[in-house]
């Protein structure tokens, strides 16, 4: 593999992963906060898909940038 390719691939993983605590988190905070377990199960992957939004477009513009 190419280091451009090993570079971008990690940067997925790293935004990844962090969409996960995200998600997570906000499901915590959610509960924790006196919301329902309903708004908890929701808000997780609202969390998640906002996250992973912008990592698509971070990763996108490595990509660019590595062309």
């Known amino acids: 593999m190419s280091v451009r390719l090993t570079l971008i ?34 808000s997780g992957p609202v969390g998640f898909a906002a996250t992973v939004t912008t990592a698509t477009a971070v990763v996108g513009a490595f990509a660019a940038m590595a062309r």
Do not use: P
């Not at 605590?21 to 329902?36: E, F």
């Open 9 to 42: 691939l990690l940067v997925a993983v790293v935004m990844l992963m962090l969409a996960m605590t995200v998600a997570v988190a906000a499901a915590y905070l959610a509960g924790r906060d006196g919301g329902s377990y309903r708004a908890s199960i929701r």
